[in-house]
């Protein structure tokens, strides 16, 4: 089977700086993508990771271990504006296979 | 343009309606997907379309029936709906899909409601 497992939720205020997990289980793996969605919106495209390592985009930045079939995605001086929900998605050969979502919210 | 349109934003049918989900993108993009999303889960894949031409389909029920007719534009045919068919529907879009599909565009989706 495939499984990508993120936490629920996560809370965090103004200015922190926040983690959010993904352990994944897939039959093929090419990548591993980050979505954001705010309530009543699209998924938006935030980064991809291929190899191992970590990519830096701004205040987001995405790590990936492809041995620990494990990423995360780091958002520092968080912001209201980044309360949302935040998808990881396996690329698998044709397809992305979404992560169960984290809900991050940010408190003043 | 960066933009992937769909119509309408909402849509009530009852379940012997037959009704069409629209979508539109002007990026050049080869690949489209529709999505199925419930409050609060994942976007769960339907379809996928790469060239025009159908390449995946999720085992979706035929009450559900795609449509490409050219690289632009991507259709989703509703018939004979159930009531735990009301969702967001989301249409989204990337260069290809073989080297990656792994920067999808997406659109606003279409809130369907089956009464």
């Known amino acids: 089977g495939q499984s990508l497992e993120q936490p629920s939720e996560v809370t965090a205020v103004e200015g922190a700086i926040v983690q959010m997990n993904c352990t994944y289980q897939?039959?093929?793996?090419?990548?591993l993508s980050w979505y954001q969605q705010h309530d009543g919106g699209a998924p938006t495209f935030l980064s991809y990771?291929?190899?191992?390592g970590l990519e830096e985009t701004g205040r987001f930045s995405s790590f990936l271990s492809r041995s620990d079939s494990y990423g995360y995605l780091l958002l520092q001086e968080l912001q209201m504006k980044d309360s949302a929900s935040y998808f990881c998605a396996v690329r698998n050969t044709d397809k992305l296979i979404f992560g169960t979502g984290t809900r991050l919210q940010v408190f003043p | 343009d960066t933009e992937v349109t769909q119509t309408p934003k909402h849509l009530v049918m009852g379940m012997t309606n037959k009704k069409s989900l629209k979508c539109e993108q002007h990026?050049?993009?080869?690949?489209m997907y529709w999505y199925k999303q419930k409050a609060k889960k994942p976007p769960e894949l339907m379809f996928v379309y790469s060239y025009e031409k159908l390449s995946i389909n999720e085992s979706v029920p035929s009450r559900f029936s795609p449509e490409c007719p050219n690289s632009s534009l991507l259709n989703l045919h509703l018939h004979a709906l159930q009531p735990e068919d009301s969702a967001l529907y989301l249409c989204?879009?990337?260069?290809?899909?073989?080297?990656?599909?792994?920067?999808?565009?997406f659109g606003p989706g279409t809130r369907l409601t089956v009464t």
């Open positions: 990771n291929a190899l191992d």
């Open positions: 897939t039959s093929g793996f090419y990548g």
């Open positions: 989204a879009s990337s260069q290809d899909n073989t080297s990656g599909g792994y920067e999808q565009y």
């Open positions: 990026m050049g993009h080869r690949a």
